[in-house]
């Protein structure tokens, strides 16, 4: 008797793995003077968001590798006499911690994987109730917000942690970086708006905004 062949979806772990490998292979051989171009016009388009506009403590992050380049976004926070907020990699606990930033150039020192982080004894603990919007990494996503991160899960246990209600949560990437769908699990967090050098995406708790 024949037996049929049906391929198995693959568990969404799996296919998280997977879609990690190609999207960060393609943000990789991002030209280095597009991804300074595309940097700037999706920081651009954040700047426009209300959140954003009107949030005076913001947590982001310093960026590394391929990714967007928020360096520009860090100064501009500091330089309009907003709190930034970093986060640094606890390895013991598998959790983030987070910190203020005064300066960039003396509190940041190679942290986890060489991702600059806040130096502890300069930079003073800032509790996640004390954040009133949050820049969040990720190396994919899609149009309604769905994220993957790059596997550790740091994000995640941090806003499945966090004191509700939750600030407005908004991610900066490269259009190359946007899916139909990405894979979730449980835990998985979407994030609330999506920016690209292009578009707006997944204002799902957020006003609308003109540049959508």
């Known amino acids: 008797m024949a037996t049929a062949n049906h391929e198995r979806d693959p568990h ?4 998280k793995s997977a879609l990690r490998r190609v999207i960060l292979a393609r943000r990789d051989a991002l030209d280095p003077g597009l991804r300074t171009h595309h940097s700037r016009a999706a920081l651009d ?10 949030a005076p403590v913001v947590l982001a992050y310093a960026s590394f590798g391929s990714e967007l380049d928020t360096r520009a976004l860090l100064d501009d926070v500091l330089g309009g006499g907003r709190a930034l907020v970093l986060p640094r990699v606890d390895r013991q606990a598998r959790r983030l911690v987070l910190h203020e930033v005064r300066d960039l150039a003396a509190d940041l020192l190679p942290g986890t ?9 300069r930079c003073r603990r800032v509790a996640p109730d004390e954040v009133e919007f949050v820049l969040v990494p990720g190396v994919a996503f899609d149009p309604d917000g769905g994220r993957v991160g790059y596997g550790a899960g740091f994000y995640d246990r941090l806003l499945g942690e966090w004191p509700a209600p939750l600030p407005p949560l908004v991610a900066a990437a490269f259009e190359l970086q946007i899916v139909p769908a990405v894979p979730v699990l449980p835990a998985d ?9 292009s578009r707006t995406y997944a204002k799902r708790r957020l006003e609308p905004t003109e540049d959508s």
């Open 189 to 197: 967090h979407r994030v609330d708006v999506v920016v690209t050098e």
């Open 113 to 121: 994987w060489g991702i600059p982080e806040p130096a502890p004894a």
């Open 45 to 54: 388009r954040m700047r426009r968001l209300p959140s954003f506009r009107e």
């Open 12 to 15: 969404p772990a799996e296919a």
